[in-house]
């Protein structure tokens, strides 16, 4: 929870970065922490709703993923109506908030967030894949290329306890 609040502060003020090629001028410069903050509680309390904190991340799909999107999508979605009706309430006032740093936003916040998510997994994933190549394995050639045969290699895969090593695949298609 602690990382993730560290990377919205990050991705918010990236944002700004970017969209300022670098120089934030100071009209933004004053509105800055109080939309980092209201992008934290808003982001933080969709990633709530939509469970992202209850999945174990090291068993990660693309359903989890998703959930990430629908909350990152909300709280964009979220910010901007906010930020739209409280632009003549003091610390929101002065220049125009511009729209593009919703965009970005939304990007690096999906980007950074969705990575962190998946990490654990593709850490965990590829150091399996690194090790399951030993030679005491017996190799295993799998009849059907079906959704059948696809998970069967997934669960081998998985196991770290197993004694075979899918090859490939022999299928009348």
């Given at each position: 929870?602690?990382?993730?609040?560290?990377?919205c502060?990050?991705?918010?003020?990236i944002?700004?970065w970017?969209?300022?090629?670098?120089?934030?001028?100071?009209?933004?410069k004053?509105?800055l922490?109080?939309?980092?903050?209201?992008a934290?509680?808003?982001?933080m309390?969709y990633?709530?709703v939509?469970?992202?904190y209850?999945i174990?991340w090291r068993?990660v799909g693309?359903?989890?993923?998703?959930?990430v999107?629908?909350?990152?999508?909300?709280?964009?979605?979220t910010l901007?109506?906010?930020?739209?009706?409280?632009?003549?309430i003091?610390?929101f006032?002065?220049?125009?908030?511009?729209r593009?740093?919703?965009?970005?936003?939304?990007?690096?916040?999906?980007?950074?967030?969705?990575?962190l998510r998946?990490?654990?997994?593709l850490?965990?994933?590829?150091?399996?894949?690194t090790?399951?190549?030993t030679?005491d394995k017996?190799?295993l050639?799998?009849?059907?290329a079906?959704?059948?045969?696809e998970?069967?290699v997934?669960?081998i895969?998985r196991?770290?306890n197993?004694?075979?090593?899918?090859?490939?695949?022999?299928?009348d298609?």
């Amino acid at each position: 929870l602690r990382r993730q609040r560290q990377m919205c502060i990050r991705d918010r003020y990236i944002s700004f970065w970017c969209r300022f090629n670098g120089e934030i001028p100071p009209g933004y410069k004053n509105t800055l922490p109080y939309y980092i903050g209201l992008a934290l509680i808003i982001k933080m309390f969709y990633l709530i709703v939509f469970n992202v904190y209850d999945i174990s991340w090291r068993y990660v799909g693309l359903d989890e993923l998703i959930k990430v999107v629908k909350a990152m999508i909300l709280g964009s979605l979220t910010l901007g109506m906010i930020m739209f009706f409280f632009r003549t309430i003091e610390p929101f006032s002065g220049p125009g908030f511009p729209r593009s740093i919703f965009i970005i936003d939304f990007i690096f916040s999906l980007f950074f967030i969705g990575s962190l998510r998946a990490s654990k997994r593709l850490l965990t994933e590829g150091l399996k894949s690194t090790l399951k190549y030993t030679k005491d394995k017996k190799r295993l050639l799998i009849m059907g290329a079906g959704d059948a045969g696809e998970q069967i290699v997934r669960e081998i895969s998985r196991n770290k306890n197993s004694q075979y090593l899918p090859i490939g695949f022999v299928d009348d298609d």
